[in-house]
């Protein structure tokens, strides 16, 4: 009897780790998020150009489950309906990113689409007026095509028409829009959009494409990050910064080997982007493994591009805040890699699976490691979301999953003085999810896809966050309210 009852409390902790409340200061913002290829849909509407998402799923079948965002959640056609539910969840702020292609449909600025620049100024000045802080992304995976079609982020002109676009951003949106991002995961981007084929533009070249994407990518951040620091902060006084998305990685074992493995692990995918932006140049494990191993396979020069003094002292320093990204953990074990084939998870020497069951306790891990290994900087949580194969209106699993998330980031600022001062759920509503299409739910607004109108239902999560977003407390009290109905009920 006891010992079945003791396990029933095991059992419980693990599936629903945060056994207690916290209580966030006034001050702690919370908010959601969206990016514009996964909700705006409209992908040809109001002169909007082609972008590598839309190319990719329009002629490559095989990806994205045979979906595409062309319609997704019709954002584009529900502003002033999502700005509402926004009010309704009374977030502090709201996360979104700008389709390059919906200013510039040619990428570049020679044409800026009226239509595009004035769907964003209404949106940013509704959500202003609505006092909700717009934190916006520059780029969230969505490069127009024209640019690809130019060698995207293997051609160093990225730094340029980066530049450019940002430009034309700041111009436009700056008085607004205080809380800057210039990309949004650029792990992702280069690691499984040009190293793998599960992103657009699926280039497949790893361990060598990744790493000159990488490096193209990290300059035009700095590129962009001066322009604002020289030309407009003074002005517009906002914030800039890049959004960094990695999970805690644990070892498998208390091996020594294994252990190791999980530190490589997480230089190869925060340290890739933070180390140069924090520290001044990318991860010395990381040079020295990626020139060691391209010495051996014969290679002339390292895989790894390395910075000029000048570009180091250009990309180093360039954050006003550390905007995190953060869903899950994982597993490393250390693994003897093999030279051939060329490959960036070779380079690493691990091998990693995702973690099951609880993964809260990475969230307080990781950041105590953002503390240590970049100077203790101001951490606002740019993203943080679990998506679900199926979602019930009571959404058990989404309200536990953000309560223990948030209790281990109360204990990380508490206990260990991590400076966090912001948390984002990501999604706001159900959206287009890349890899999955829409077979993933990550709302705390369910959308129906198979509705022409694409209406929007508030889960149990979303009464429980405009909760969250209004007191500050995890608690999820029951709510006796219609909550089961559409929101407008
Ligand atoms: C890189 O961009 C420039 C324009 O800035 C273009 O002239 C050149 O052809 C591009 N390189 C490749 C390989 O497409
Ligand atoms: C990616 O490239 C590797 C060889 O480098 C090949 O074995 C694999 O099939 C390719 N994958 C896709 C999806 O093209
Ligand atoms: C692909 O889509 C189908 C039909 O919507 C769905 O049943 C299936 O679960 C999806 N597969 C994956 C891997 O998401």
Known sequence: MFKEFSLFLVGLQICYAANRNVQFSRDFSFGVATSAYQTEGAWNKDGKGENIWDRLLHTKPGFANGTNGDVASKGYYKMMEDVDLLNFLNVGHYRLSISWSRILPNGKPSYVNPLGVEYYRRLFRVLKQNQIEPFVTLYHWDLPQPLQDMGGFLNKSMVNWFRDYARVAFELFGDDVKYWSTFNDPYSICANGYGGSSLAPALNKSGEADYICGHNLLLAHAAAYHLYDKEFRKIQDGRISININSNWVEPISTSEED?????????????????????????????????????????????????????????????????????????AKSVNSPLRPVNLQQDVGAKVIEKQGDVSWGMRKLLVWIKKNYNNPSIFITENGLGTKSATPEDPERIAYIQSMLVNVYDAMTIDNVRVYGYTYNSFMDGFNW???????????????????????????????????????????????????????
Not at 436 to 462: I, Q
Not at 474 to 479: A, D, L, Q
């Open 259 to 331: 252990k190791m493995a999980a530190e490589v692990q997480k230089q190869f995918m925060m340290g890739w982007f933070a180390n140069p932006i924090y520290n001044g140049d990318y991860p010395e494990v990381m040079k020295e493994r990626i020139r060691e191993r391209s010495l051996l396979q014969g290679k002339h020069n390292c895989r790894l591009p390395s910075f000029s003094r000048e570009e180091r002292e250009m990309v180093r320093g360039t954050h006003d805040y550390f905007s995190l990204g953060t869903q899950t953990m994982l597993l």
């Open 435 to 489: 890899r999955d299409g829409y077979s993933k739910k990550f709302g705390l607004f369910a959308v129906d896809f198979t509705d022409p109108d694409r209406t929007r239902t508030a889960r149990r999560s979303a009464y429980f966050y405009k909760r969250l977003c209004s007191t500050g407390n995890t608690s999820n009290v029951y709510y006796s309210g219609s909550w089961r109905r559409d929101y407008q009920n």
